[in-house]
């Protein structure tokens, strides 16, 4: 769970954006140019991440009384902004949750194609989706 940056004035705003990390790496950096402050490599760790997405079709909240609804982000949307993958700094994350598969809506292969970043134990499918534990 990450602090969202997106504008919170939209419509049904959410202060938090999920994601399911995929690998854990740290790499030796060397920064060069004008704004350089030193000549030796720094280590710089980061995390790999798969985006989960919010279901916008079903209202959630403590007002609504219902968990909110995420499923990954499909590797094959329509929106050329969605990215089923990214990395982020490891000091971003606010906090781990736990997600629940809602088992109702089922699984599905349709969201990523055969992939070395699910648990040998999921085959090639996801759950559709999961709620949001609080």
Known sequence: MVAAHEDQDGNDPHPYWYARVVGVFHADVLHIGPFSKTAEPQRMEFLWVRWLGRDMDVPAGFRKKRLSRVGFVS??????????FGFLDPGEIIR???LIP???H???SELLGPSMVRPSSDGD???V???INM
């Open 75 to 84: 590797n094959f949307d329509d929106d050329p902004g969605a990215m089923p």
């Open 96 to 98: 781990g949750v736990h």
């Open 102 to 104: 809602a088992f109702a």
């Open 106 to 108: 089922g699984k599905t």
């Open 125 to 127: 499918e996801d759950w």
């Open 129 to 131: 989706y999961y709620y």
